[in-house]
């Protein structure tokens, strides 16, 4: 399934860096463009849990 967000992103010194602006908690950063949008879909896929199995687990953790 293809879900279209929207990316922004801009040019620091070093690097390029960039949020989805869905989600706003997602941001990455890469040497390049091409580079950033790949980083940037394997946070979005981290952080929807796409490679969670089923029988998830669930624990309460104090840090």
Known sequence: MIHKMTMIYWKTDK???GKILEYPDIMTQGETIAEL???MKDAYRLMVLEDI????KI?????
């Open 15 to 17: 690097f390029w860096l």
């Open 37 to 39: 949008e790949e980083n």
């Open 53 to 56: 199995p089923a029988d998830f």
């Open 59 to 63: 624990k309460e953790i104090a840090v």
